[in-house]
């Protein structure tokens, strides 16, 4: 199976303020073409304009400031896309290490600082580091079902995320109750890819189990909703019917 990872992205348009005009005025140029070539897949120019707009934000609103945890922020996610990861680490943890100095302005339960955490728990995973990644995508399930409670998407996936993550620690009674509890959440719409998602990692989960009989129907299952959502012809239904499929499992990280 193919492993899906879609991280939020943490291209934000910052509001700079406290800043001199023509320094704003620099700011919102690097912001502009640094978005301009983020959507045209030209990441290396990307990189650079975020590194200019990063130093410039050094100069006028310093270091401790949210704007710049959000450029940092950008600049991990690029650094991801580009893959390279150390890099991509080293920025997140020092934008996570400003939010934790401005918890009082902006807390810890916030959205932002759980997509950062969300993505190192990505990068980690994808680095084979399942300890690391269980950890912040522990911590992403704790703020998520503060602020955004139980039932909600995001909830589900990070459920899903911690799932797999047992999984590849060969954790299969946790992977199971934690897939399960995606389950639940996801099948209130059961043409959606999540779902589907979910269903056929708890097939893959079964096959290791050796309980096929379980295996088999989440299996069909998922075969069922792709065949209807995409038809026979379409690439991903193929996909679905071949067997070295049913030996991984996908992470959907949010």
């Known amino acids: 199976m193919k492993r899906k990872f879609v991280s939020v992205v943490l291209l ?48 006028t609103i310093g270091i401790e400031h949210i704007d710049y945890a959000t450029c940092l922020g950008n600049l991990g996610w690029l650094y991801r896309e580009i893959g390279d990861y150390t890099i991509s680490i080293h920025y997140y943890l020092n934008a996570i290490n400003i939010l934790n100095i401005q918890e009082l302005i902006l807390g810890n339960g916030h959205q932002f600082y759980a997509n950062l955490l969300n993505n190192l728990g990505e990068l980690y995973y994808l680095l084979g580091d399942y300890t690391e990644a269980e950890r912040y995508f522990l911590d992403v399930h704790f703020i998520e079902n503060r602020i955004l409670g139980s039932d909600h998407p995001n909830y589900a996936t990070t459920l899903n995320n911690l799932g797999v993550v047992y999984y590849n ?33 708890l097939g893959a989960l079964y096959l290791s189990l050796g309980d096929f009989n379980m295996a088999e129907s989440y299996l069909l299952e998922t075969i069922s909703i792709e065949e209807k959502i995409l038809g026979t012809n379409h690439p991903d239904y193929a996909s679905e019917l071949a067997p070295i499929k049913y030996t991984k499992l996908s992470c959907y990280v949010a």
């Not at 001199?20 to 301009?36: P, S």
């Not at 070539?37 to 707009?53: A, E, R, V, W």
């Open 12 to 59: 934000l348009v910052l509001i700079v303020q406290g800043v001199g005009f023509a320094q704003e005025e620099d700011a919102d140029y690097w912001i502009e073409w640094g978005l301009h070539y983020y959507n045209q897949g030209d990441y290396i120019n990307s990189i650079d304009c975020f590194l200019k707009l990063k130093n410039i934000l050094e100069q």
């Open 169 to 201: 620690m060969g954790d299969y009674i946790r992977a199971k109750d934690y897939l399960l509890a995606a389950k639940t959440i996801r099948e209130n719409n059961k043409e959606h890819p999540d779902y589907t998602q979910t269903i056929n990692n």
